[in-house]
T-cell receptor, first 113, second 114 residues
Framework: GNSVTQMEGPVTLSEEAFLTINCTYT??????LFWYVQYPGEGLQLLLK?????DKGSNKGFEATYRKETTSFHLEKGSVQVSDSAVYFC????????????FGQGTRLTINP | KAGVTQTPRYLIKTRGQQVTLSCSPI?????VSWYQQTPGQGLQFLFEYFSETQRNKGNFPGRFSGRQFSNSRSEMNVSTLELGDSALYLCASSLGLADPGSQYFGPGTRLLVL
């Protein structure tokens, strides 16, 4: 079946550091890929998405590129802020299944001032 | 536009009881999905409803069921509660095939089974 693997957390960085959170997937067909973020005490929010190979999703300074050859969708940000502290989830949706999301285990990110 | 709302936000039940959780999607969204979030298993898909029909189902026992009403509001029911059902239950709504996979989540209902 489809699956998503994220880098183990927690990740702790200083403000203005460069961020990479690795995500790889296993899927049949051509899934859409997503990054969701969960801030403390809040529900999940869609951060960015990419629906086909070589697409780049971006939002709030975060970027991720859909790499079919390496089955990866790594999340990056050039300069993180304290307010980016949250849990980040990589996910895929089987296009045929449409709304069924398969999530990675999540990566907790803490940014220190 | 109001976001996804879930009620109640917190719930405490005992083993063997049943529980019903409610979800009101964003206006205009016809697809509602439910997920269970636990520290051990992470986020797992329960089921999805679209226009009152269950369209997808995850790998959960039959004790977990749901339904959707004509106004797109959805309910999830868990019968014969077990300790392992303690979790955060998240509801998400979306436009459906118009924007596949892009879901808007509610704050969740935290269920504790004693």
């Amino acid at each position: 079946g489809n699956s998503v693997t994220q880098m183990e957390g927690p990740v702790t960085l200083s403000e203005e550091a460069f961020l990479t959170i690795n995500c790889t997937y296993t899927a049949t067909g051509y899934p859409s890929l997503f990054w969701y973020v969960q801030y403390p005490g809040e529900g999940l929010q869609l951060l960015l998405k990419a629906t086909k190979a070589d697409d780049k999703g971006s939002n709030k300074g975060f970027e991720a590129t859909y790499r079919k050859e390496t089955t990866s969708f790594h999340l990056e940000k050039g300069s993180v802020q304290v307010s980016d502290s949250a849990v980040y989830f990589c996910a895929l949706s089987d296009q045929q299944g449409a709304q069924k999301l398969v999530f990675g285990q999540g990566t907790r990110l803490t940014i220190n001032p | 536009k109001a976001g996804v709302t879930q009620t109640p936000r917190y719930l405490i039940k005992t083993r063997g009881q049943q529980v019903t959780l409610s979800c009101s999607p964003i206006s205009g969204h016809r697809s509602v999905s439910w997920y269970q979030q636990t520290p051990g298993q992470g986020l797992q898909f329960l089921f999805e409803y679209f226009s009152e029909t269950q369209r997808n189902k995850g790998n959960f026992p039959g004790r977990f069921s749901g339904r959707q009403f004509s106004n797109s509001r959805s309910e999830m029911n868990v019968s014969t509660l077990e300790l392992g059902d303690s979790a955060l239950y998240l509801c998400a709504s979306s436009l459906g095939l118009a924007d596949p996979g892009s879901q808007y989540f509610g704050p969740g209902t935290r269920l504790l089974v004693l």
